[in-house]
């Protein structure tokens, strides 16, 4: 561990106090190492925790480095503790950790979440108490940092530190599955999370950072699951895959995840969402639109915290928030001034959930999402490339299907997508929830991505995306107990292989959105099984932030005839 140190800081025209590489113990005698930011340390304040594996000293940079917003090439998605000035300035000391094997802590981190090491609950509770104790802290905690440092919150509260009194989470990642496979389909923004790639510093690596699977397998046993993978054509067609997958050597937390393709008890072990019901202090949890997956889990944390405080923010389009991160924090020092410092400023009076509604650009608050009434009604795919509420009369061989053949990109650079739209709007629509994408279909593989985006777009030709549902053809099995209509649930835990050839019925999950649709627009549906790498939504997201292509060549047929009702399902909300 590295000697502690005092120093003072300058930021704009005020001074921060800063100790460097503190030494905070944890119960099995290893030791994590924390800086904390204030005023001054002779007087006692509530302090705020950061906690990750993304490096302490990276996060200092929110003192020098003015917030940058996507696309610049100068956004970096692993500054995310929050803004130290800020919290200093609003009477707080700012804490930040590295966890347990990364940075200048000790110990061994173990995969993703520290799975089959030491719960990193377990570590955020000690130091938690450990900062509680010291003579600059009055004894009272809550914690800061979006994405992984939001996910460290839950995994925090769920152990119910004495000294925690309430956590403000924003733009967290709580499935843990879902993190990096959305309906099956390999999601590449976790590979920059943790390697530093397209616009992440990633991950504070050490030698003491390793594998799970490296730890439980044999070499033996590891070579013929590396093996097993390589057989994938997806795979097999990405050279970043292959290179993990034969060294994995200092890419151990991304060679987890993707010799792990399915969900199941590796994922579910140290699931954030799963620790939810334990939580029993003040919660208020944020998620811009944008990122459907993201949102479906937040939603669905929000749900099961049993807390009788707890509040849920759906704020604007689009989804990246700036880094260093500043956003929202209005939000969270009158959630902190509240229950840290007994301030009645009227926050746990207001409403639980605030959805912001695109389109309109209204709030709509209640105490549930949907904040309104809604019924699930059908737009059909219709021929012709039209999206209609009235179904196709005639059969398949009258309303021939459509269809797209993708090449694998090794050999194109074309993403092919076909899109269906409405006419030009006469009234307004209002949609708020899930919804459910019915999509009769036929590929002459055993494998494909189904993509589906919807947008608004509007006269003048400019689009936003509303939403997005993703599957892997393989893992079309629906959880007939859990889904409901316009809610399909899918377990993803095997792979099912589809028969050349054959019509199948894929139910995509459309994740939740909120937006009117304004009079003159149109709702465009694309469907795709590759998407473009940088487009109107794209661009906002980092640079690797994509799905993983289909990596062999296929061709689909989409069927929307009177025997194949090829249909979004989507929530209206019933106006009184």
């Avoid at 895959?241 to 399915?262: C, G, Q, R």
């Avoid at 059969?395 to 053949?405: L, N, Q, R, T």
Wanted: net charge negative.
């Amino acid at each position: 561990m590295r000697e502690t140190t005092s120093k003072t800081i300058v930021a704009g025209t005020q001074k921060i106090a800063a100790l460097k590489d503190l030494v905070v113990p944890m119960r099995d005698g290893i030791n994590l190492a924390a800086d904390a930011y204030t005023d001054s340390f002779d007087e006692p304040r509530p302090a705020l925790i950061a906690l990750s594996p993304y490096g302490k000293e990276l996060q200092a940079l929110a003192l020098t480095m003015p917030p940058q917003k996507r696309p610049s090439p100068m956004w970096d998605g692993c500054i995310e503790a929050g803004d130290t000035a800020r919290v200093v300035s609003e009477g707080y000391v700012h804490v930040i950790g590295d966890l347990r094997g990364s940075g200048y802590s000790e110990g061994d981190h173990v995969g993703n979440y520290n799975a089959g090491g030491v719960p990193l609950g377990q570590d955020a509770y000690d130091l938690i108490e450990w900062v509680a104790a010291q003579p600059w802290c009055d004894g009272n905690v809550g914690m800061i940092g979006t994405s992984y440092f939001g996910s460290m919150q839950v995994l925090a509260a769920a152990e119910r530190p004495p000294s925690l009194k309430a956590i403000f989470v924003p733009g967290g990642h709580f499935d843990f599955y879902e993190t990096t496979y959305h309906g099956g389909v390999m999601w590449l923004m976790p590979r920059a999370a943790r390697e530093g790639r397209g616009g992440d510093s990633g991950w504070a690596f050490t030698d003491r950072i390793t594998s799970r699977m490296l730890e439980t397998y044999s070499v033996e046993e590891i070579e013929a699951k590396v093996a097993e993978r390589l057989q994938d054509p997806d795979v097999q067609a990405w050279p970043n895959l292959v290179h993990t997958l034969h060294y994995p050597k200092n890419h151990e937390a991304w060679f987890d995840i993707v010799m792990n393709d399915v969900d199941g008890e590796w994922y579910e072990e140290r699931n954030p969402v799963n620790l939810a019901e334990n939580i029993d202090i003040p919660v208020w949890v944020q998620i811009n639109q944008g990122r459907g997956w993201t949102m479906d889990g937040t939603i669905e944390l929000f749900n099961r915290i049993p807390s009788a405080h707890k509040k849920l923010s759906i704020d604007p389009y689009p989804p990246m928030t700036s880094r260093p991160f500043i956003e929202e924090q209005d939000k969270m020092f009158r959630w902190y001034d509240k229950w840290i410092k007994g301030i009645d400023n009227g926050v746990d009076t207001e409403p639980a959930v605030s959805v912001f509604i695109e389109g309109s650009k209204k709030f709509s608050v209640g105490d549930a999402f949907p904040t309104k009434p809604v019924e699930y009604r059908d737009l059909f795919l219709r021929p012709r490339r039209k999206l209609s509420y009235e179904p196709e009369i005639m059969g398949s061989e009258y309303a021939a299907p459509d269809g797209f053949y993708q090449a694998p990109l090794t050999v194109t650079g074309k993403v092919e997508i076909l899109s269906w739209s409405t006419d030009p709007l006469l009234e307004p629509i209002e949609l708020m929830g899930t919804g459910a994408f019915h999509l009769f279909a036929s590929i002459d593989a055993t494998d494909t991505n189904w993509i589906m985006r919807m947008w608004d777009v509007a006269p003048g030709g400019k689009r936003q995306l509303l939403t997005t549902a993703y599957l892997k053809a393989s893992m079309r099995e629906l959880d007939a107990e859990e889904s409901t209509v316009g809610s399909p649930i899918h377990p993803l835990t095997r792979k099912v292989p589809v028969e050349p050839g054959a019509i199948e019925e894929y139910v995509l999950r459309v994740y939740p959105f909120a937006a009117t649709i304004l009079p003159g627009h149109q709702v465009v549906v694309e469907l795709s099984c590759n998407e473009p790498l940088v487009d109107d939504h794209n661009s906002m997201l980092p640079p690797d932030a994509f799905h993983l292509p289909v990596g062999h060549p296929v061709t689909h047929k989409i069927y929307r005839d009177a025997e194949h009702p090829t249909r979004l399902v989507l929530p209206f909300v019933v106006n009184d």
